[in-house]
């Protein structure tokens, strides 16, 4: 394997940027902005522990992409070919964070330092790339765990123990990374890795393709893993027809599109694990943003006592710390949105080969939509409730319902703008420059809203989104808002109903290659 | 007279052309679960030919092509392939094996030029000259990424991937399934040519038998996971035949004890028999036993197919 096609497979210039954004950009945030940490701390802590991880996931992606591939066990030497190269990446960087670290200031022993990165880098070597909820609910907890590690006590006591035991740093942290370069390309768990059942693909993958590529790309992804999950499920009795004959009532039919899109696996399970787990970031930056935001001009951060406080107090209408809760609710009405019309694309663009007519299965997707952004919503609308909550009853605040009053206005606002949006994609399915200028749109305000709210909220300035939020809740406001999510509804019926009047239902979306 | 059917199918292989053959299997069996897919499969195929890999759905090729590049262990039973345990595959023998899937998942977020590049980068003996050729002959685009192909163009990629080393082992499993007959025509061709220059064994597992015989020398078949033919098959071609008795002066018996008859239509006057028998004499035999008219004609391996894989059944 030459240097080139090495490249060619890790794309250097996407794992750069990806990888040193999340270490230095979050990581950064993360340490010294959640954490508190000093100047000096957040640097070395960054480069001896956040850095290394992040890293690591990254330089890894690309190599496990080709190990869990059945031409990984057919290239000659490829085993051997994917450690050497992996290693001389993981030393450029390696030694690179270690130099980085000579010049943070603070008082680090060099052997703990360099213990800490080599477990860093390897770590994720043993990354299984399973994508069941056990796994990828372990992956978080470890994150979370390691996010907590950075906080002021443990960071402290990490200090302490590193200048203490700085030789059994670098013994734990040489064992560790000696495991896990053996496990990580160990002939047998190779063999595992190419026989696993799951398409997997790195982050890189979707960096470096077009946003048409990038759609490809999801699509195959999500279709082959569910694929495979629904062949996987109990042998393939499970994957037949279990329900008798198919009446023509609307009930029968939608059952037959959720087991067209599922197989015979558990509804509930499948509803609520994928937006659960693309949410938890979601709220992971809600909960870093807001004290990013408040820490500006305040020394040593918040603890996280603190950062509850103010999020119960903002919660109830008129509390303050408004930028805290306007940037959550912000997020809560994103990530419902994007949760939504993520799933309802996948729904509604899927080829459809049922024996019904083009009428009936607008009006059974129809209603296939409305149950999928129903559900979702009440979701995100359960995320928030239990992320106010939580944060009112840590902090020592007696419960009441009046917690709720602006988090209410999530939920409500989230199903009409969601419905537009999957109505703007049945309308606009046939032209991608409109598509894509749609998702362009979308991005752009997702993206900036949380800047001008950020602007507001250092001008002193009344926030748009608490106003909003507070007149959701009045006569007028619900009036209003029923009327929206009505029409909505009805915009949606008819773009539907165009859509699959003369749609290609083998190819919904007719600039897509036939069977990517 | 040989005996029909299961008498060709060796029970183990031929101890003389083991130490040649590419792929020698040994008492092979492979479970998934409960389900058997091969079961007690013998097997030494000859070097240098070009092997038909037969069998209905579920009959096992797929598990016996993997297990044989390696891809998989055997519950039980060995397999060397190039003179190695299958499992234990290295450079030395990687670099002489080729498998083409019938769904190869490869790295999609790569143009096909990318992923030739890429596979090019581990094999020394990489033909670009071959490869050039090959793109052309296939009709495709190496600039498209893999994501973006159709099932047929994803199985043209395959076959590049897996041939252009020059391997002299070539698995092909449904290798021509989703191509239009001309690249299926051109892709015979190079077969052929892959193996008159190099004296490569192929190993063709397809359904598109008309295709398959024009070009196989060899043929093994298997039913519900064993073993049911190993022949060469100039000598199938040779017994295997179609027999039309028609019969002016009375009616011919519903069912005919003779072994080698295999299968019987028509009505009472006329009876078209599916035969296996090398014995030049028998037709003659036949005939002048129910007094009737006889005309022979030679089976093609597609009307070849359901005798040669049915035969457990059919003696049950």
């Known amino acids: ?516 | 007279m040989p005996s029909p059917a299961l008498a060709s199918a060796p029970s183990a292989p031929a101890t003389d052309t083991a130490d040649a053959s590419p792929v020698v299997l040994r008492s092979i069996t492979q479970r998934f679960g409960k389900h058997t897919a091969l079961s007690d499969v013998s097997l030494a195929l000859p070097a240098g030919r070009i092997i038909g890999l037969l069998g209905r759905n579920g009959a096992g090729k797929t598990t016996l092509l993997h297990i044989a590049a390696g891809l998989l262990p055997p519950t039980s039973g060995d397999c060397t392939t190039l003179g190695t345990p299958s499992g234990k595959l290295d450079t030395p023998q990687l670099t002489r094996l080729g498998l083409v899937q019938q769904e190869g998942r490869y790295l999609e977020w790569m143009t096909v030029r990318q992923h030739l590049d890429f596979n090019a980068s581990f094999y020394p003996s990489w033909d670009r000259d071959l490869e050039k050729r090959l793109l052309e002959a296939l009709e495709l685009d190496p600039k498209r990424k893999i994501v973006q192909l159709s099932p047929g163009d994803r199985q043209k990629v395959g076959i590049l991937l897996g041939t252009c080393h020059r391997p002299a082992l070539l698995l092909l499993d449904e290798p021509i399934s989703s191509l239009d007959p001309i690249v299926r025509r051109r892709l015979l061709d190079f077969l052929l040519e892959l193996l008159r220059d190099d004296g490569a064994t192929v190993v063709i597992s397809s359904h598109i038998l008309n295709d398959v015989e024009k070009i196989v020398d060899w043929i093994v078949a298997l039913e519900t996971g064993e073993l049911v033919e190993n022949s060469p098959f100039d000598l199938l071609q040779e017994s295997y035949a179609e027999w039309t008795l028609t019969s002016a002066a009375g009616a011919l018996p519903a069912t005919f004890a003779e072994p080698f008859v295999l299968s019987r239509q028509g009505d009472a006057h006329q009876a078209v028999l599916h035969v296996r028998t090398t014995d030049t004499d028998a037709a003659a035999r036949l005939a002048a036993a129910h007094r009737a008219e006889l005309r022979t004609r030679p089976l093609n391996l597609d009307e070849m197919f359901p005798l040669l894989t049915d035969q457990r059944r059919r003696r049950a």
């Not at chain 1, 050497?84 to 670290?101: D, K, M, N, S, Y």
């Not at chain 1, 209603?367 to 995320?383: D, G, H, M, N, Q």
């Open chain 1, 1 to 516: 394997m030459t240097l080139r096609a090495y490249l060619t497979l890790l794309r250097p210039v996407a794992t750069l940027l990806l990888a040193g954004s999340y270490a230095f950009g979050f990581g950064a945030a993360l340490v010294g902005v959640f954490g508190g940490a000093s100047r000096a701390e957040t640097i070395h802590l960054v480069l001896a522990l956040v850095a290394p991880v992040v890293f690591g996931i990254f330089l890894v992606s690309p190599v496990h992409e080709v190990m869990h591939r059945e031409l990984c066990l057919l290239l000659p030497g490829a085993r051997r070919a994917l450690r050497r190269w992996h290693l001389t990446a993981l030393a450029t960087v390696g030694t690179l964070f270690f130099v980085g670290t000579e010049f943070s200031g603070l008082a680090f022993p060099r052997a703990a330092t360099l213990g800490l990165i080599l477990a860093g880098l390897t770590f994720p070597l043993l990354d299984k790339h399973a994508p069941t909820p056990a796994a990828l609910f372990l992956k978080g907890g470890l994150l979370a765990a390691g996010a907590a590690c950075l906080r002021h006590g443990p960071r402290t006591l990490l200090i302490e123990a590193a200048n203490a035991q700085p030789w059994l740093f670098l013994a734990a942290g040489a064992l560790c990374a000696a495991f896990c370069l053996r496990h990580g390309f160990c002939d047998e768990k190779l063999r595992a890795r190419s026989r696993g059942r799951y398409v997997v693909l790195s982050v890189q993958s979707f960096a470096t393709v077009s946003p048409t590529g990038f759609l490809e790309l999801n699509r195959y992804l999500l279709s082959e893993n569910i694929r495979r999950t629904c062949a996987s499920r109990n042998g393939s009795d499970s994957r037949n027809w279990t329900r008798g004959p198919v009446g023509s009532s609307l009930r029968d039919w939608l059952a037959v599109l959720h087991h067209t899109r599922f197989g015979a696996a558990g509804r509930i399970g499948q509803l609520l694990i994928m937006p659960l787990l693309t949410s938890l970031p979601g709220f992971a930056c809600a909960l870093v943003l807001p004290a990013f935001l408040q820490t500006k001009g305040t020394q040593g951060g918040f603890s996280f006592a603190e950062t509850c406080t103010r999020l119960s107090e903002a919660s109830r209408a008129g509390g303050e710390h408004t930028a805290t809760i306007a940037l959550l609710l912000l997020f809560g009405l994103l990530i419902g949105i994007s949760a939504i019309i993520t799933q309802a694309r996948a729904v509604l663009f899927q080829p459809q080969r049922l024996p019904i007519a083009r009428s009936h299965l607008a009006h059974c997707m129809f209603f296939e939509l409305l149950r999928l952004s129903a559900s979702l919503t009440a979701i995100v609308a359960a995320e928030i409730a239990v992320l106010v909550t939580a944060a009112t009853l840590l902090s020592g605040h007696p419960f009441s319902l009046a917690l709720f009053a602006r988090p209410a206005a999530v939920p409500l606002l989230t199903l009409p703008l969601a419905l537009l949006g999957i109505a703007y994609l049945c309308l606009t399915a046939r032209s991608r420059p409109l598509l894509l200028g749609g998702f362009l749109l979308a991005f752009t305000i997702g993206c900036g809203t949380p800047g001008i709210i950020i602007a507001q909220a250092e001008k002193h300035e009344s926030l748009f989104i608490l106003r909003l939020a507070d007149a959701v809740l009045t006569p007028n406001g619900l009036a209003i808002l029923f009327a929206t999510t009505a029409a909505a509804c009805a915009l949606l019926w008819l773009a539907l109903r165009r859509h699959f009047r003369t749609c290609d239902l083998s190819r919904p979306l007719p600039w897509m290659a036939r069977t990517a």
